[in-house]
């Protein structure tokens, strides 16, 4: 990693409430470019909200997010803080591909035409040229004779490949996965790993939430464990998802193995 560049993201001292209640209590978490990170950790740990929070799709209530060295500009402090400038806000949101647990294909469009639509319609870019790279994105997930069925007629493996897809087609600058391969029945799930480790392989800057402990593995620079809405342990995967330092991880390895 180049020592001038600045984190793809990068969260200080994350702080987030749902009303009374605190779900993420200061939390850093780094991606510099090429990073893999995975957030893993019990249900109700926090992974999502985090990841939420990244993207700006949640408030947060204190903490600086960055986003290529740029901090996300609040307006009002603690329950009121906002984000305070929408351009902003629209740039990083569309810079940070997410990709959800449930797809989130619209039903009523062919699946080229879900991978076009933010392109064309966010970025305003040209439609012909936005084809041409939904057809390459779609090809590179392996569901390039896809192009013209609708969601339904697709597996759950393929509808989250076009997700994928779909994701890449934005030329983000980093792809948040939230339990991409969690609604998936375990011989679909293969597939979606498959093209999750390609991404890694060619060094896209990635945040995944999962509970496949073998995927975090294989493709993680490092691994974020989190409890109760702090992080209890990172590091290297081969570090701590084969030595466990806390009570905690090792109980949620022995449970999730
Ligand atoms: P994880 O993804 O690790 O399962 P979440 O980030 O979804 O955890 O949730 C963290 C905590 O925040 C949980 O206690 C959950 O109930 C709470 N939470 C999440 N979303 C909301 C919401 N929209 N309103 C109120 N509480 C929420
Ligand atoms: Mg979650």
Redesign the pocket.
């Known amino acids: 990693m180049p020592l001038n560049e600045p984190p793809v993201i990068e969260i200080k001292n994350l702080h987030k409430s749902?009303g009374a209640?605190e779900?993420i209590k200061g939390v850093d978490i780094v991606a510099h470019k090429g990073d893999v990170v995975s957030l893993i950790?019990s249900?109700?740990?926090?992974?999502?909200?985090i990841l939420r929070c990244a993207n700006l799709l949640e408030n947060s209530q204190k903490g600086d997010i960055l986003f290529e060295g740029e901090p996300v500009k609040w307006k009002g402090t603690g329950a009121s803080r906002v984000p305070a400038d929408r351009k902003q806000v629209m740039r990083i949101r569309t810079n940070l591909s997410m990709v959800f647990q449930q797809f989130n294909l619209w039903s009523h469009m062919t699946i080229l035409e879900n991978v076009m639509e933010a392109p064309v319609t966010v970025l305003g870019r040209d439609k012909a040229e936005v084809e041409a790279s939904a057809r390459k994105y779609l090809d590179k997930v392996g569901i390039g004779d896809k192009c013209d069925a609708y969601p339904a007629q697709l597996s759950g493996g393929q509808q989250q490949r076009a997700a994928i897809a779909r994701g890449l087609c934005m030329e983000p600058r980093a792809l948040l996965f939230d339990e991409p391969t969690s609604a998936l029945d375990p011989e679909l799930e293969q597939e979606v790993i498959k093209v999750i480790k390609s991404l890694a392989n060619e060094g896209r800057t990635m945040l995944i939430?999962t509970h496949d402990m073998r995927m975090a593995a294989d493709i993680s620079d490092t691994v974020v464990f989190?409890h109760q809405g702090k992080i209890e342990e990172q590091g290297d995967p081969a570090d701590i998802l084969v030595n466990p330092q806390t009570e905690r991880l090792k109980q949620f390895l022995s449970a999730t193995a």
């Open positions: 749902f209640l779900v950790g249900s109700g740990s926090g992974k999502s909200t939430v989190l």
